[in-house]
């Protein structure tokens, strides 16, 4: 068995790593590949290209970049911030924990975009958790600040990384398929999306309670 196309991996690890231009890191590690496997380097530039060409419709969703922008500027924050004050009980290990279940439930049921850095968290969620740490714990210190807003991207990596493979018809579900399938183990996707359940729960479960015991820190040190 030829080992070498492998080697696409460890160019993403190390590039990632330096801390290089993650495009360029991802190109790299494509032509890598191919041509290790024994592809023509034209035949690599043609497969990218076409790939590129056939789901040129995602650069659509830059035109959400604007839209979020003008809400910001007209107070989206803000305005989340106040609801979340105005709700009694609200708490950041609750909040999160809810969009946690939420991101979950919607990329399991194939609705990954919902969510998402730019559209949910930056403009909702991560005001929204740090005004209810403020509200619960009093003012944060800077690095405590950062730290809910960070909490807040992880929640949303987390509930869609393995919420998504519950949808049997996800792109990484179909991956997975064809690496069994050529290994010799012939799985259809239904049954690769029920098995990924019970690692979602877990996933749930596990950074669940690390939300929660980050909230109760943050409880800690205000005091």
């Given at each position: 068995?030829?080992?070498?196309?492998?080697?696409?991996?460890?160019?993403v690890?190390?590039?990632?790593?330096?801390?290089?231009?993650?495009?360029?890191?991802?190109?790299?590690?494509?032509?890598?590949?191919?041509?290790?496997?024994?592809?023509?380097l034209?035949?690599?530039?043609?497969?990218?290209?076409?790939?590129?060409?056939?789901?040129?419709?995602?650069?659509?969703?830059w035109?959400?970049?604007?839209?979020?922008?003008?809400?910001?500027r007209?107070?989206l924050?803000?305005?989340?911030?106040?609801?979340i004050?105005?709700?009694?009980?609200?708490?950041?290990?609750?909040?999160?924990?809810?969009?946690?279940?939420?991101?979950q439930?919607?990329a399991?049921?194939?609705?990954?975009?919902?969510?998402?850095?730019?559209?949910?968290?930056?403009?909702?969620v991560?005001?929204?958790?740090?005004?209810?740490?403020?509200?619960?714990?009093?003012?944060?210190?800077?690095?405590?600040?950062?730290?809910?807003?960070?909490?807040?991207?992880?929640?949303?990596?987390?509930?869609?990384?393995?919420?998504?493979d519950?949808?049997?018809?996800?792109?990484?579900?179909?991956?997975?398929?064809?690496?069994?399938?050529?290994?010799?183990?012939?799985?259809?996707?239904?049954?690769?999306?029920?098995?990924?359940?019970?690692?979602?729960?877990?996933?749930?479960?596990?950074?669940?309670?690390?939300?929660?015991?980050?909230?109760?820190?943050?409880?800690?040190?205000?005091?």
């Amino acid at each position: 068995m030829n080992y070498w196309p492998l080697a696409g991996i460890a160019i993403v690890v190390i590039g990632f790593a330096l801390r290089f231009n993650p495009l360029m890191v991802v190109v790299g590690a494509a032509l890598a590949t191919g041509v290790l496997a024994g592809l023509d380097l034209v035949a690599v530039i043609e497969a990218l290209g076409k790939a590129f060409n056939d789901n040129r419709y995602i650069s659509v969703t830059w035109i959400i970049l604007p839209v979020i922008g003008l809400l910001e500027r007209y107070g989206l924050q803000q305005r989340a911030r106040t609801v979340i004050e105005g709700m009694r009980g609200a708490t950041m290990g609750r909040l999160l924990v809810i969009y946690l279940a939420f991101r979950q439930l919607t990329a399991a049921l194939g609705m990954k975009d919902i969510g998402g850095h730019p559209q949910a968290v930056r403009p909702l969620v991560a005001p929204m958790a740090e005004a209810a740490a403020e509200k619960t714990h009093g003012d944060l210190a800077e690095d405590e600040r950062e730290k809910v807003k960070a909490m807040a991207a992880a929640t949303d990596n987390v509930g869609l990384f393995f919420g998504e493979d519950i949808f049997f018809a996800i792109a990484s579900i179909l991956l997975i398929q064809g690496v069994f399938e050529s290994a010799g183990y012939p799985l259809t996707p239904l049954q690769l999306s029920v098995w990924a359940i019970p690692t979602a729960i877990c996933a749930f479960l596990i950074h669940g309670s690390r939300i929660l015991a980050m909230d109760r820190r943050l409880g800690r040190v205000a005091r």
